[in-house]
């Protein structure tokens, strides 16, 4: 989420609320790069509300679909990163 944030936060909101990236991005295209980094974003935050909606359904079993989900489909999702000790 932080990683989301960081990188989302100022041209989403710029979006929202009728920014310049909206404008130029209207008149000169989307980067590859950045679109594909939107997806793994949108996807990453997908598989986060799957597994919140497990916790919160009481069916903690459920919860291997959610990570097989994440191996099966781990080159469409953000890369993992390593916390820290």
């Known amino acids: 989420l932080f990683d989301f944030k960081e990188y989302s936060w100022k041209p989403l909101s710029s979006y929202v609320h009728g ?13 590859l790069p950045l ?8 996807n990453g ?6 597994m919140l909606l497990v916790i919160l359904s ?13 191996v099966d489909f781990g080159d469409c ?7 820290e000790a």
Do not use: N, W
């Not at 679109?35 to 949108?42: C, D, E, F, V, W």
């Not at 009481?58 to 994440?70: H, K, N, T, V």
């Open 19 to 31: 920014g310049i990236h909206a404008v130029h991005r209207h008149s000169k295209g989307y980067p």
């Open 35 to 42: 679109l594909a980094q939107a997806i793994r974003a949108s």
């Open 45 to 50: 935050v997908s598989t986060m509300v799957g």
């Open 58 to 70: 009481g069916e903690r079993s459920q919860s291997a679909r959610i990570l097989q989900i994440q």
């Open 77 to 83: 999702l953000p890369s993992p990163k390593r916390q």
